[in-house]
């Protein structure tokens, strides 16, 4: 999960000086945030500071992030044409800095924890490359996955392969584990996430079983499709808040392991009320193998910092790790 940023002051100083994309493309600054959490927190993983949005500008979609907007995409792609102008690239020259913040970071930490890698999703880019930045409906994105199939599955194909490329890329660099961010996918509903995307994500899966590195697939708002995204693959499933832990954990199957599911919101809450809660995640997770405890989504720039440090220390305590 997104585990380092604005709720963390030493993030936010250095923020003052440098912007998201120098600290994410420095592999010196990428490393310094990538610990940030592992010293404050001291969560049981760290995972790469770098945005799901890097490999965009390489394939001929260029984007900055706005102050108090988020990312926004120069020419989002809105014609089959556009989805057929994409590139491809290598990802060790293009991304190199990435591999170089892995191969520094894990000198840093020395085997203290593991570090986690990681990639957007076939659907996830696709929408940002599509609406340009933050959408409520992915209007554009599926005007044009129902009106023109296979360009939509051709540049899936695409995206499929780099994530692949990029993902591996990132293990023989030196991850200990890889989570797949299809942040956005809750927005379809089973036939249509079966259609258009099951087969691109699963592909890249496929690809990184060999590698023996463990995988974490993870969506927002995906509980009635979450068989679906087993299918896809993935050794562990994410789950946010809005479905119970054991529920979903059902769905997922047993077999497989899963991550989750604190509503991040309720970090702004008391703190009676956050134990309480996370109790309740933990009551759900009934001791079973396999639970990666989490929040179900990103933490808020607004969320007290002693609240993080309280939740990371009582499951600590909690579950004797
Ligand atoms: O914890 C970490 O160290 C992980 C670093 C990380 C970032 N982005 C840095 C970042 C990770 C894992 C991501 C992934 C990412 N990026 C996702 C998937 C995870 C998710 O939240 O669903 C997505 C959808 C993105 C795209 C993205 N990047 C958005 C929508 C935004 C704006 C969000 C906001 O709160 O403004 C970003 C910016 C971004 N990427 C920040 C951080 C820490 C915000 C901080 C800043 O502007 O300095």
């Known amino acids: ?3 380092a940023g604005r709720y963390m002051s030493e993030y936010r100083e250095l923020r003052q000086k440098h912007s998201l994309l120098e600290i994410c493309r420095t592999p010196d600054l990428a490393t310094t945030v990538t610990l940030q959490p592992v010293r404050r927190i001291e969560v049981d993983a760290a995972i790469l500071f770098s945005d799901l949005l890097l490999p965009l500008e390489h394939m001929g979609i260029p984007f900055d992030f706005v102050a108090g907007e988020g990312p926004a995409i120069e020419k989002p792609l809105r014609t089959e044409a556009d989805l057929a102008a994409v590139r491809r690239f290598e990802p060790r020259e293009a991304l190199g800095h990435v591999l170089d913040t892995i ?21 996830t880019l696709a929408s940002y490359a599509i609406e340009g930045g933050h959408s409520n409906n992915f209007a554009h994105t599926k005007a044009l996955m129902y009106g023109h199939p296979a360009a939509w599955h051709a540049f899936c194909d695409l995206l499929a392969d780099l994530i692949g490329d990029y993902l591996v890329a990132q293990i023989e660099a030196g991850v200990n584990a890889v989570q797949v961010f299809d942040s956005w996918v809750g927005a379809l509903n089973a036939p249509d996430y079966r259609e258009f995307i099951l087969p691109h994500t699963r592909r890249i899966f496929e690809r990184l079983e060999p590698l023996g590195v463990p995988t974490i697939h993870f969506g927002v708002g995906t509980g009635s499709i979450l068989g679906e995204i087993r299918e896809a693959g993935g050794d562990v499933i994410g789950a946010d808040w809005r479905t119970p832990l054991d529920e979903a954990w059902t769905r997922i199957g047993f077999d497989r392991a899963i991550q989750g599911n604190l509503d991040p ?13 996370t109790d309740e995640v933990l009551e759900r997770a009934g001791g079973r193998p396999g639970h990666i405890f989490n929040l179900g989504h990103g933490i808020l720039p607004m969320t007290p910092v002693e609240h993080v440090q309280a939740v990371a220390q009582y499951v600590h305590q909690q579950t004797h790790i």
């Not at 203290?112 to 659907?123: D, K, S």
């Not at 919101?265 to 809660?277: E, N, S």
């Open 1 to 3: 999960m997104r585990q």
């Open 103 to 123: 191969r520094q970071v894990q000198r840093e930490l020395a085997g203290r924890v593991p570090l986690i890698g990681f990639a957007g999703a076939p659907f």
């Open 265 to 277: 919101t309720l970090l702004l809450a008391p703190l009676d009320r956050i134990l309480t809660a």
